[in-house]
């Protein structure tokens, strides 16, 4: 049975067997969870997305999907690399393609036989989703989605993105897992 645990921390310091990327379409590194996971994986992991570019996607991830790439410099294995969308109040079906991030990487990581793996708060930044409907779609998906997964730990950068994410877990009840204030 998967174990769902939130943390407060850095994503790339995560001693796991993947970690989820928020990554931009173009695989490419961008700005905040993807930027850091560029940086600290170092040039496997740009090496990887190219390569992908260059055959599977030429076009990019389609918003709602997921592929892995080598982890690089990471602690970690994998990099699964998911594309969220952007928030849009008059988009109600964006709410389905968040979620979609979120099954699409419990997939990827079966698929490579990860056991735990470490999740960012997806579109919960510059992509602008409110960070309690984004908690509810992000802990809600990945309860209701059968993986082999022993731990589905969600690391959550700064303490009011963990609030908000340990607040909706304790209204949900014990059923996902505990917290853990970690610097």
Same mark, same amino acid.
């Given at each position: ?15 796991? %067997? !993947? ?11 961008? +700005? ?16 990887? /997305? ?6 599977? $996607? +030429? ?17 970690? *294995? ?8 952007? $928030?849009? &109040?008059?988009? @109600?079906?964006? !709410?389905?393609?968040? &979620?979609? /991030? ?13 056991? *735990?793996?470490?999740? @960012?708060?997806?579109?919960? =930044?510059? $992509?602008?989703? @409110?960070?309690? %409907? !984004?908690?509810?779609?992000?802990? =809600? *998906?990945?309860? %209701? ?13 700064? @303490?009011?993105? $963990? ?15 505990? +917290?853990?204030?970690? %610097?």
């Amino acid at each position: 049975m998967m174990e769902i645990t939130l943390i407060q921390g850095d994503i790339t310091e995560q001693w796991v %067997d !993947a970690v989820v990327n928020a990554a931009n379409s173009s695989l490419l590194g961008g +700005g905040g969870v993807d930027g850091a996971i560029h940086r600290k994986g170092g040039p496997e992991v740009l090496a990887a /997305c190219r390569a992908l570019r260059a055959s599977h $996607y +030429g076009k990019g991830l389609a918003t709602g999907q997921a592929v892995a790439t080598t982890a690089g410099n990471l602690p970690a *294995t994998w990099v699964i690399h998911m594309v969220g969308p952007v $928030y849009s &109040a008059g988009a @109600p079906e964006r !709410a389905a393609l968040l &979620a979609s /991030c979120y099954r699409e990487s419990l997939r990827v990581a079966d698929e490579l036989g990860v056991r *735990t793996l470490a999740l @960012p708060a997806v579109s919960a =930044g510059i $992509y602008g989703w @409110p960070l309690r %409907d !984004a908690a509810r779609i992000a802990l =809600g *998906t990945v309860r %209701d989605t059968p993986s082999g997964l022993s731990e589905a730990r969600f690391v959550l950068f700064g @303490p009011e993105t $963990y609030e908000v994410f340990e607040a909706v877990r304790r209204e949900w009840g014990e059923g996902l897992g505990h +917290g853990s204030m970690v %610097d």
